[in-house]
């Protein structure tokens, strides 16, 4: 399956709906497809400048290393020269906290998600509820 612009926008949509429903900070939410590039972002209103490159960073982070952004973050703990080597091979665009989650069907990673603005274990909530609202399959 490739992820459609239709899935991508609800994923968005019910990511920002439980951040309200969470009543925390304003979000950035990204979606990019397989191949790491952007399908659509939203940033609501209050969110500071550098949030959009933090999602897309979380996401990207995620496909690239092919595991979400929390599995990323306690290999970071243990192995931060590693991280820190990789997010040098990637041009610095790796975001190694949580809020960056795979999104899977079943043939596999058909693009990931990053979520930011509040703290990195509620923007993760906000990016697995996006994800499995649109009846894929969320991996962080």
Known sequence: MTLSL????K???VALAKGHELGIKP???????????????????GTST?????AEGKANGALALGI???A???RAQEQPFFIQAMNGLAGGSLVPVPGGVLIRDDTGIIGAVGVTGDTSDNDEICAIAGVEA???????
């Open 134 to 140: 649109a009846g894929l399959t969320a991996d962080a």
């Open 72 to 74: 990323i973050f306690n």
């Open 6 to 9: 239709e899935t991508a926008q």
């Open 11 to 13: 994923i968005i949509d």
């Open 50 to 54: 550098l949030r959009p490159d933090i």
């Open 27 to 45: 979000l950035t939410v990204a979606v990019l497809d397989a191949g790491g590039h952007l399908k659509a972002m939203a940033r609501e209103d």
């Open 68 to 70: 979400g952004s929390r």
